[in-house]
């Protein structure tokens, strides 16, 4: 296998629950996944992102494991995956594993035995610390779920810490022992023959052992001091060494409260670290209007802001390190509702036209299941349709302790809560979308009647479709993996525009991010020669471009 073929790749998030349900209990399966191999080959994707799987109580949908070794009940059996696995394989389709190492659940035999005693042979393998004066936590990190990043155990008299989920506990990396039984534990899914690894926050594995107070950053992770911890590159290349050293895998590693430098030393080719990270500089609301409330209340970026950031990630590990290319996963709303437009009449458009400006930049893509089918947002209009416990946290926490209306609260949850993600796949426009015979663990968006994968299927100028031309664009065209990138009209307001160019190849890119009709400004009319590869309209713009147009012209330097 060629050395580097994961830049070549594009990679399909499955979040399990919400895939496919074989079995009628409203929950998806790995028996689902497998029914569904067909539908990913058609695509044409190269590798599945397979959110967590494992044991889990579901504090937070898998997020938090209690066995690493064995599957969670709802999804079905070792053997449902191993068949899974080997369905994969023979549709030419590898299986990254997601894995959750930063925490684990407080149902994992490790937790249940830490706690015992504070001489316990497991004490150590979690984060423990005495009460700060007065009984206070030790310091003031903040959960990324809402509430103090600490929670105090009577029977102990100490705090463990838990930068999520009272319910997932941070793992203590210090402990070498620990860390040789996560090696240990991935070598097992290695050798059992999946293909690479999701490392769910790998850089908040190394905490500053002096756990200083760090800076507020209202709601979310609180404290820079949290991430990217004096021992991450020296863990880092121990795990790899360790696991995923000559075994030629896949992997990325989820990093929040990253920049572009750090990213060269996670991801650099001789650094022997990871092949590639996420970060979350262009889906965290917009920075140059932060809200009073971090994400909930940040507005949307516009063109300029997102694009600054996207290209500045694309000049930043253009020599070194590999971008991972992502506007949509279990975490984030649907990309066609926050950046794009998806009112019925430019819903495919704006689905179009953002899937052409991250499919034609430097990296690997990574497309969220339905993102390919131009799935929206639900926008859930009562607290009660909710089900992650992010959002019910701060629902909580703005609505009780804030005091602030209701509307205002479910304003922000239906633009941003991570459930908008999470209702089930739209397989056809029959009862429960397809997804289930039995009730959906969460409410199907009613759209499915025009928006699934039956129909676009047969459509031939469907999202589905026109996914399926970006994906086998990138497999045939050298210039769109491998070829240097350049920004054209930087301070357009309405147009991102690039141009990728390989030895006498070269790619120009125009996307209009607005529902208006916009003039392509002379300076650039004489780039467009040479063959439209792909474009969301029948007529490709020349001197302007229409709502939401997106098209790449290719041509020839010779
Ligand atoms: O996410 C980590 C993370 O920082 C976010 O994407 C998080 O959802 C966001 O900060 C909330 O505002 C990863 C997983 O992708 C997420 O699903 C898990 O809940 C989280 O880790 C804990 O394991």
Same mark, same amino acid.
């Given at each position: ?379 859930? %209009?009562? !607290? ?5 416990? $992010?959002? =019910?946290?701060?629902?909580? @926490?703005?609505?009780?302790? /804030?005091? *602030? ?116 400004? %002379?300076? !650039? ?5 040479? $063959?439209? =590869?792909?474009?969301?309209? @029948?007529?490709?713009?020349? /001197?302007? *471009? ?13």
């Amino acid at each position: 296998m060629e050395k580097n073929w994961w830049k070549h790749a594009v990679v399909y998030q499955i979040y399990p629950r919400s895939f496919a349900d074989s079995d009628g209990d409203g929950i998806g399966d790995l028996p689902g996944i497998t029914s569904k191999m067909d539908y990913l080959e058609e695509l044409g994707i190269d590798v599945i992102w397979l959110s967590p799987v494992y044991r889990s109580p579901n504090a937070d949908n898998g997020y938090d494991i209690s066995d690493y070794r064995d599957i969670m009940e709802e999804f079905g059996t070792m053997e449902d995956f191993d068949r899974m696995l080997e369905t994969a394989h023979a549709h030419g389709i590898k299986i990254m594993m997601d894995i959750v190492i930063n925490h684990t659940s407080d149902e994992h035999p490790w937790f249940t035995e830490s706690r015992q005693g504070r001489d316990n042979p497991f004490r150590d393998y979690y984060i423990w610390k005495d009460p700060g004066e007065n009984g206070t936590a030790p310091n003031r990190w903040e959960s990324s779920f809402s509430g103090s990043a600490w929670t105090y155990d009577e029977g102990t008299g100490q705090y463990y810490l838990h930068l999520f989920a009272e319910k997932q506990p941070d793992l203590n990396w210090e402990n070498e022992e620990m860390r040789q039984k996560l090696y240990e534990m991935m070598r097992w899914w290695r050798d059992k023959g999946v293909d690479g690894f999701r490392f769910d926050v790998i850089n908040l594995i190394s905490k500053d052992p002096a756990y200083p107070e760090g800076e507020e950053l209202g709601n979310g992770l609180t404290s820079h001091t949290c991430a990217n911890g004096p021992r991450i590159h020296e863990y880092l290349k121990e795990m790899n060494a360790a696991v995923l050293e000559g075994h030629s895998l896949i992997t990325v590693g989820e990093c929040p409260m990253v920049d572009e430098e750090m990213a060269k030393l996670y991801s650099g080719e001789d650094r022997n670290e990871l092949n590639m990270i996420f970060h979350f500089e262009h889906v965290s609301g917009s920075l140059k209007h932060p809200g009073k409330y971090g994400k909930w209340d940040a507005p949307a970026m516009d063109l300029p802001e997102l694009r600054d950031i996207l290209v500045r990630w694309q000049k930043g590990l253009a020599d070194e390190g590999w971008n991972s290319l992502y506007l949509s996963n279990h975490d984030q709303p649907r990309c066609v509702s926050r950046f794009g437009d998806d009112s019925a009449g430019y819903r495919d458009l704006s689905a179009k036209m953002l899937g052409t400006v991250m499919h034609m930049m430097r990296g690997t893509p990574y497309i969220y299941q339905g993102e390919e089918l131009g799935m929206t947002n639900p926008r859930f %209009e009562k !607290i009660d349709q909710y089900r992650d416990v $992010e959002s =019910l946290n701060i629902h909580h @926490k703005l609505t009780v302790e /804030e005091g *602030l209306p209701e509307e205002q609260v479910m304003a922000y949850l239906k633009e941003v809560s991570r459930d908008n993600a999470r209702t089930p796949m739209q397989w056809d426009s029959g009862d429960n979308a397809g997804f289930s015979t039995g009730t959906p663990w969460i409410g199907i968006n009613p759209d499915y009647v025009e928006i699934n994968a039956e129909k676009e299927r047969k459509d031939p100028d469907s999202v589905f479709n026109y996914y399926r031309k970006l994906i086998r664009l990138r497999h045939e065209n050298d210039v769109i993996v491998e070829g240097r990138f350049d920004l054209l009209l930087p301070e357009d307001k309405n147009i991102f525009a690039y141009t990728r160019t390989l030895g006498e190849e070269k790619l120009v890119v125009l996307c209009n991010f607005s529902s208006k009709i916009v003039d392509i400004p %002379e300076e !650039i009319r004489g780039l467009l020669r040479g $063959e439209v =590869l792909i474009g969301n309209y @029948k007529e490709a713009g020349k /001197e302007y *471009l229409k709502p939401y147009e997106a098209v790449v012209y290719k041509q020839s330097l010779r």
